[in-house]
């Protein structure tokens, strides 16, 4: 699997302290709307700014009846990008992906689109003021604190709170629709937020969440430091800064700060990030552990959903593809349209032999979410089918994670990482090659390591490539994916007992980590055991 983020933890109130009376009572780092009838609402008062953005008063209802077609028509967009990518090619494709990503950044902004919310809406959670009741967010409503936030700023424009709380939705909302066009209202809302109470944290830890989800990982730690230097337990700002520490490869330091995190803010939230640490640093049984006592405390769907589904992929990871069928299971039975746990459960299946609930599953991930990671998996699982059409097929797949990373950079994303791993295998090598060493000059991490590792594998560079693929399996975290390509590499430099230690690693970890890849480390192990 891709390399797990924590960024969309649930999370609670950014702190305990009193506060204003105008300011409703939401959780800053929570979803919320699609910012259209927000902004909107803030041209009503006399200290509405022109950044409102052109937008126009909607009411909910068509809010609401807007957003299933919204996705489905961003969706249709970039499918129909990725077709005309795959018959164009390069040259069609930059033109398309970048019509694509005015489109919808500018459709966002003109028609709001809320979107579908994970967990539907909740007409009940709105009060009488129009402010969001505690909790509404947390639980994944994301229509009712789209809703709720814009009726509540359209009566309380200098709200800074909930422009924060909106901020930080909008971050949600392109982390769970795969639409990054929602990052600049993001970066709108937080600003906003800012010039009516400078200096307020849960908008610089809202700021922080937004730079981590562009994997602007330097800009995340500085304004996480700024939020905690006005407030040292926000949950948010404390959580950004152990996950921007992971995404810069600085682990000791990200333990330090999970430690303090988790003295100062235990909880879900924290104790996720602790465990991702642990496995990182190769201790899975603590890992293991710490999520599974956070699942035993989860108190909400969304805890519940997202504890679940990190068990299920550190299962997964260890190949212990029942257990991680189990835990992707309790993950949907608390929320049926998570996308991790939808995932997750089709890898899984994969993994275990039932290619067809793969595919299937895949399938409908993709139809409303297509992002790089299930993309690449589903293309891969059309390939290793070799049905007629699967081919094509899989093309098809492989155009659109252009297409996204296109709309991805329009939205100010940093996308080198994703389009590395996808092209080193599936497009232009020599675009991986660039796009690993520019995200290695940004950042050491396991991940960029092994990016770099395996783009210069592919473009024939292996002695060069050997140090970054040892690098990158350096701090005992168990990934087949790392082990494959170390031993590849190694066999291509004329090592082979090393190669073959790591490709059967690789396969004794985790058999089934890629349809290609483990079909690839099968093969070449074979052919080295014959050399021996």
């Known amino acids: 699997m891709p390399?797990?983020?924590?960024?969309?933890?649930?999370?609670?109130?950014?702190d305990d302290r009193p506060r204003p009376d105008h300011e409703p009572a939401v959780e800053?780092?929570?979803?919320?709307?699609?910012?259209?009838?927000?902004?909107?609402?803030?041209?009503?008062?006399?200290?509405?700014?022109?950044?409102?953005?052109?937008?126009?008063?909607?009411?909910?209802?068509?809010?609401?009846?807007?957003?299933?077609?919204?996705?489905?028509?961003?969706?249709?967009?970039?499918?129909?990008?990725?077709?005309?990518?795959?018959?164009?090619?390069?040259?069609?494709?930059?033109?398309?992906a970048?019509?694509?990503?005015?489109?919808?950044?500018?459709?966002?902004?003109?028609?709001?689109?809320?979107?579908?919310?994970?967990?539907?809406?909740?007409?009940?959670a709105v009060s009488a003021a129009g402010a969001l009741s505690p909790g509404?967010?947390?639980?994944?409503?994301?229509?009712?604190?789209?809703?709720?936030?814009?009726?509540?700023?359209?009566?309380?424009?200098?709200?800074?709170?909930?422009?924060?709380?909106?901020?930080?939705?909008?971050?949600?909302?392109?982390?769970?629709?795969?639409?990054?066009?929602?990052?600049?209202?993001?970066?709108?809302?937080?600003?906003?937020?800012?010039?009516?109470?400078?200096?307020?944290?849960?908008?610089l830890a809202g700021q922080g969440a937004l730079a981590a989800a562009r994997h602007d990982f330097p800009g995340a730690l500085k304004y996480a430091d700024r939020a905690l230097k006005q407030n040292p337990y926000n949950e948010r700002a404390l959580c950004t800064r152990i996950d921007a520490l992971v995404e810069l490869g600085r682990y000791d330091d990200a333990a330090k700060a999970a430690d303090t995190a988790d003295d100062r803010r235990p909880g879900v939230p924290v104790f996720t990030r602790y465990a991702y640490v642990r496995e990182l640093r190769g201790d899975v049984r603590t890992a293991r552990d710490v999520l599974e006592r956070a699942l035993d405390a989860a108190d909400s769907p969304a805890d519940i959903t997202y504890v679940a589904t990190a068990l299920g992929q550190l299962a997964w990871n260890q190949g212990d593809y029942k257990a991680a069928l189990g835990h992707y299971a309790r993950a949907l039975a608390a929320d049926d349209s998570y996308l991790p746990a939808l995932e997750g459960r089709a890898r899984a299946a994969a993994?275990?032999?039932?290619?067809?609930?793969?595919?299937?599953?895949?399938?409908?991930?993709?139809?409303?979410?297509?992002?790089?990671?299930?993309?690449?998996a589903l293309g891969e699982l059309y390939e290793d089918r070799g049905a007629d059409g699967d081919r094509a097929k899989a093309g098809d797949q492989y155009a659109l994670v252009d297409a996204w990373t296109a709309l991805a950079r329009a939205g100010g994303v940093n996308a080198d990482l994703d389009s590395a791993m996808a092209a080193a295998d599936h497009g232009d090598k020599k675009e991986a090659l660039r796009s690993a060493r520019a995200e290695w000059?940004?950042?050491?991490?396991?991940?960029?390591?092994?990016?770099?590792?395996?783009?210069?594998?592919?473009?024939?560079?292996?002695?060069?490539?050997?140090?970054?693929?040892?690098?990158?399996?350096?701090?005992?975290?168990?990934?087949?994916?790392?082990?494959f390509h170390r031993g590849i590499i190694e066999r291509a430099t004329g090592d082979e007992r090393e190669a073959r230690d790591h490709l059967k690693a690789a396969l004794d970890l985790n058999p089934g980590f890629s349809p290609l890849g483990a079909r690839e480390a099968r093969t070449a192990l074979k052919d080295l055991e014959k050399n021996r």
């Not at 960024?7 to 950014?14: I, K, L």
């Not at 909910?60 to 249709?76: F, G, L, N, P, W």
């Not at 275990?352 to 299930?374: I, N, S, Y």
């Not at 210069?456 to 082990?483: C, K, Q, S, W």
């Open 441 to 483: 000059d940004r950042r050491h991490s396991v991940h960029t390591a092994d990016a770099l590792a395996w783009a210069l594998h592919v473009n024939g560079r292996d002695e060069e490539a050997l140090p970054y693929a040892r690098r990158a399996t350096a701090t005992g975290y168990r990934n087949a994916a790392f082990l």
């Open 98 to 124: 970048a019509l694509l990503a005015v489109a919808l950044t500018g459709g966002a902004i003109a028609f709001g689109g809320a979107g579908n919310g994970r967990a539907g809406g909740d007409a009940a």
């Open 136 to 203: 509404v967010l947390a639980r994944g409503d994301l229509d009712a604190g789209i809703a709720s936030l814009q009726k509540h700023l359209r009566a309380q424009p200098r709200d800074f709170g909930s422009w924060a709380t909106l901020g930080v939705a909008y971050v949600e909302q392109a982390r769970t629709k795969g639409d990054p066009s929602r990052y600049p209202q993001a970066e709108r809302a937080l600003k906003r937020s800012l010039e009516l109470e400078p200096g307020n944290d849960p908008a």
């Open 28 to 96: 800053p780092e929570a979803d919320a709307a699609s910012g259209r009838d927000g902004e909107a609402g803030e041209a009503q008062a006399d200290e509405a700014r022109a950044h409102a953005e052109g937008a126009r008063p909607d009411s909910d209802s068509d809010s609401a009846s807007s957003a299933s077609k919204d996705v489905d028509q961003r969706v249709a967009a970039m499918r129909r990008t990725a077709d005309g990518a795959r018959r164009w090619r390069a040259a069609q494709l930059a033109g398309c």
């Open 351 to 376: 993994a275990d032999g039932d290619r067809a609930a793969a595919v299937k599953g895949l399938e409908q991930v993709v139809a409303r979410f297509p992002l790089p990671g299930p993309l690449v």
């Open 3 to 14: 390399p797990r983020t924590t960024d969309s933890a649930p999370e609670r109130r950014d």
